[in-house]
C-alpha cells in the first residue's frame, strides 16, 4: 500500500460521510492488489428485500411527498459513480436512493444493523432495503474504513452516496467539503453527479422522530470528471476538486455559504494554537 498523506501546505487551515472522519488521507491500494477484489466481492448484490422494499417505499414517497426531481438523466445508468450531496436532514440518506434511477448505496451507522427484537429486525430491514452499509462511527482508522467501504462499491461498478460536509447542516448553511470525496473519485475513476436538496430539513427537523409531508426538491447535477486536478496521492489535487465538487453542490441548493468546516470549536488554548499551527485534512 502506498501513503496518499496530504502536506500542510496542501490543506486549508480552517466528516466524509455523516459517519466518519480522519485527519490524514487514506492509503491507496495498488490497481492489482488482491484486498480491492476482496473487498469488491464482499459489495451485497441487491437482494428481495431491496427490491421489495424500493418497489413499496418509492411510489408511495413520491406520492405522499410528490417531491420535484430535476436532472435525473444526469445520473449514468451504469458504472461508477459518485453522488455528492448537501445534507440538511436525516431524511436525507432516504430521499436520495429513492428518487434516483438506479440503486446507490451509502454509510450509516452499524447500530442500525446490530440491534435485537422487533426494533432491531425493522431497523435492519429498512436499512438493508435502502441499500445502507453498516459502519463503525468515528475518526482516523474508523474514516478511512469507511472511505474504503466507499471504494468497495465503486470497485464493484456501483453507485455512492456521500455528504462532503461530513454532518447535518444545523443552521442551513453549506459547509466547506471534507477530501475523501475527491479520494474516492480520484482513486476509482468514478465521476461525481452533484446533488442539491431543498426542504428536507422540514419533513423531519433535528430532534423530530415522525416525518412530516413537505415539498422538497431534488436537484441533480452534470457528471464532473476531477481526474484533471491530478492523483489522489496530491493533497492539493483533493482540495481542489472537493472545492469543485461543493461549488457545483452550491449552484443546485442555492445555500448560504459557511466558509468554514462543520465541526465544533477546539476546547482549550493548547488545541486552538495547534489547529493553525498544524492544519489537517478532513475527510
Do not use: C
Amino acid at each position: 500500500m502506498t501513503g496518499a498523506k496530504a502536506e500542510p501546505d496542501d490543506v486549508d487551515a480552517t466528516k466524509t460521510t455523516e459517519h466518519a472522519s480522519g485527519s490524514s488521507a487514506p492509503e491507496e491500494r495498488a490497481n492489482d492488489s488482491p484486498a480491492v477484489l476482496d473487498d469488491a466481492e464482499r459489495v451485497k448484490r441487491p437482494g428481495f428485500v431491496y427490491f421489495l422494499g424500493y418497489g413499496i417505499m418509492a411510489p408511495v414517497a413520491r406520492i405522499v411527498f410528490r417531491p420535484r426531481i430535476l436532472g435525473r438523466d444526469n445520473i449514468p445508468a451504469t458504472g461508477r459513480v459518485i453522488l455528492a450531496s448537501n445534507h440538511l436532514s436525516f431524511i436525507d440518506s432516504i430521499v436520495i436512493p429513492l428518487v434516483a434511477p438506479r440503486r446507490v448505496q451509502f454509510l450509516a451507522k452499524s447500530t442500525y444493523f446490530t440491534g435485537t427484537g422487533v426494533k432491531g429486525w425493522v431497523s435492519r430491514t429498512f436499512f438493508s432495503a435502502i441499500g445502507a452499509i453498516g459502519v463503525e462511527r468515528g475518526a482516523g482508522q474508523a474514516a478511512q474504513l469507511a472511505l474504503d467501504e466507499g471504494r468497495a462499491v465503486l470497485d464493484a461498478e456501483g453507485a455512492f452516496a456521500i455528504y462532503p460536509e461530513g454532518t447535518r447542516s444545523l443552521d442551513g448553511r453549506l459547509y466547506k467539503g471534507r477530501t475523501g470525496v475527491a479520494w474516492l473519485a480520484l482513486t476509482t475513476g468514478a465521476v461525481v453527479v452533484p446533488v442539491g436538496l431543498i426542504g428536507t430539513q422540514e419533513i423531519q427537523p433535528v430532534g423530530t422522530k415522525v416525518p412530516r409531508i413537505r415539498k422538497i426538491t431534488v436537484s441533480f447535477g452534470e457528471p464532473l470528471d476531477l481526474g484533471h486536478h491530478g492523483p489522489a496521492t496530491s493533497g492539493k489535487a483533493r482540495r481542489q476538486a472537493t472545492d469543485e465538487v461543493m461549488a457545483a453542490i452550491h449552484s443546485l441548493s442555492g445555500q448560504e455559504l459557511a466558509h468554514a468546516y462543520n465541526e465544533s470549536p477546539p476546547v482549550g488554548t493548547l488545541n486552538r494554537i495547534a489547529r493553525r499551527v498544524f492544519p489537517r485534512e478532513r475527510l
